[in-house]
């Protein structure tokens, strides 16, 4: 029998490599051909469509080494019979942690504040200099109250914040939501349903000294209503980890400087990211092994 075989589509820290080694199988590194191929291990920059899959003769699982699922036609995979599992819990933490983050440099206004100071423009205090907005005992509203938002909730009780959630099943209605909170962040998966579910109405719903907070992913924010809403004040500031149109960013967000921009790093620490290449490798090898699979998403 011919040993089994993983496309890995983009280089992954070493534990992932090593648990598929450990299983036997042969690893195929690089790109998504899925010819004579077992098993897929994706990132969520593939786009993983019916047309590649129907290529997948073989493949009896497509590993995503995120949580979202959004970059994989689940239709065509359901239709096919192929079992589709992410990387849930692991990187909870790390995201929560970087959507405090975020929260904390655009009401305080650091990214602004580390430019001037490297820019020779810092001339010493002045009582009037990079006034921010203060954070404890605040109003955090959390759209999405998963893993990753109910963290975030845990992180704000440390600073007195009153926090308000929305979500598919109870809460506070998203509008309510918009109307009472300073901070807005979002942490629901990208489908049709949160397509742009912040836009230009959304926005203008929100208080003039509001910020907001996205790690989710990019489409769920109307992208060009939100440059138009941080240059004409709707919204005070905004703090953004996913674009749009990934990598590329909207016309005129990074002329702003009410805007704190990150390179999707949500969860990247050394340790997360570890143990998401290990779960990952873990799916696949329960799926060729013909063990329950774990982390089944689809
Ligand atoms: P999760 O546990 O599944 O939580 C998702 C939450 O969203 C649930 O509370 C769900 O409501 C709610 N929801 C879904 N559709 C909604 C809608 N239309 N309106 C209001 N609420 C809705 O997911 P998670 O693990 O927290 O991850 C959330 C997302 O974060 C992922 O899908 C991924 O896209 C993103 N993420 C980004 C990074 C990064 O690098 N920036 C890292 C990790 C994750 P119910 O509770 O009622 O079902």
Same mark, same amino acid.
């Given at each position: 029998?011919? &040993? !089994?075989?993983?496309?890995?589509?983009?280089?992954? +820290?070493?534990?992932?490599?090593?648990?598929?080694?450990?299983?036997?199988? =042969?690893?195929?590194?690089? *790109?998504?051909?899925?010819?004579?191929?077992?098993?897929?291990?994706?990132?969520? %920059?593939?786009?993983?469509?019916?047309?590649? $899959?129907?290529?997948?003769?073989?493949?009896?699982?497509? @590993?995503?080494?995120?949580?979202? %699922?959004?970059?994989?036609?689940?239709?065509? %995979?359901?239709?096919?019979?192929?079992?589709? &599992?992410? %990387?849930?819990?692991?990187?909870?933490?790390?995201?929560?942690?970087?959507?405090?983050?975020?929260?904390?440099?655009?009401?305080?206004? $650091?990214?602004?504040?580390?430019?001037?100071?490297?820019?020779?423009?810092?001339?010493?205090?002045?009582?009037?200099?990079?006034?921010?907005?203060?954070?404890?005992?605040?109003?955090?509203?959390?759209?999405?109250?998963?893993?990753?938002?109910? #963290?975030?909730?845990?992180?704000?009780?440390?600073?007195?914040?009153?926090?308000?959630?929305?979500?598919?099943?109870?809460?506070?209605?998203? *509008?309510?939501? $918009?109307?009472?909170?300073?901070?807005?962040?979002?942490?629901?998966?990208?489908?049709? #349903?949160?397509?742009?579910?912040?836009? =230009?109405?959304?926005?203008?719903?929100?208080? +003039?000294?509001?910020?907001?907070?996205? &790690?989710?992913?990019?489409?769920?924010?109307?992208?060009?209503?939100?440059?138009?809403?941080?240059? =004409?004040?709707?919204?005070?500031?905004? *703090?953004?980890?996913?674009? =749009?149109?990934?990598?590329?960013? @909207?016309?005129?967000?990074?002329?702003?400087?009410?805007?704190?921009?990150?390179?999707?790093?949500?969860? !990247?620490?050394?340790?997360?990211?570890?143990?998401?290449?290990?779960?990952?490798? #873990?799916?696949?090898?329960?799926?060729?092994?013909?063990?329950?699979?774990?982390?089944?998403?689809?």
């Amino acid at each position: 029998m011919s &040993t !089994a075989c993983v496309r890995v589509s983009r280089p992954i +820290p070493q534990l992932g490599l090593r648990e598929l080694e450990a299983a036997g199988l =042969e690893i195929r590194m690089g *790109g998504l051909d899925l010819r004579g191929v077992d098993a897929l291990l994706c990132m969520l %920059t593939d786009r993983v469509n019916a047309r590649l $899959l129907e290529r997948g003769e073989r493949l009896k699982i497509v @590993a995503n080494m995120a949580v979202g %699922t959004d970059n994989i036609d689940l239709d065509a %995979t359901r239709r096919l019979g192929i079992p589709v &599992t992410n %990387t849930p819990d692991v990187l909870t933490d790390a995201t929560a942690d970087l959507a405090f983050a975020l929260l904390l440099a655009a009401a305080r206004r $650091l990214v602004w504040g580390d430019r001037l100071v490297r820019g020779a423009g810092f001339s010493g205090w002045s009582p009037l200099l990079g006034l921010g907005m203060d954070v404890s005992g605040r109003t955090l509203g959390i759209v999405g109250a998963g893993r990753i938002g109910r #963290e975030l909730a845990e992180r704000a009780s440390g600073f007195r914040m009153q926090v308000l959630f929305t979500r598919r099943s109870g809460g506070v209605p998203l *509008g309510e939501l $918009l109307e009472r909170s300073d901070f807005v962040s979002l942490h629901v998966p990208l489908n049709p #349903e949160t397509h742009h579910l912040i836009g =230009e109405p959304e926005l203008r719903r929100m208080r +003039p000294h509001a910020v907001l907070i996205n &790690t989710a992913r990019g489409p769920i924010v109307d992208e060009r209503a939100l440059v138009r809403a941080l240059r =004409e004040g709707w919204i005070a500031a905004a *703090g953004l980890d996913v674009f =749009e149109d990934e990598p590329k960013l @909207a016309p005129g967000l990074a002329d702003l400087a009410n805007v704190v921009l990150a390179p999707h790093i949500g969860s !990247a620490t050394v340790d997360t990211r570890n143990r998401m290449a290990q779960i990952a490798a #873990e799916n696949v090898v329960a799926a060729l092994s013909g063990a329950p699979i774990p982390n089944l998403v689809s």
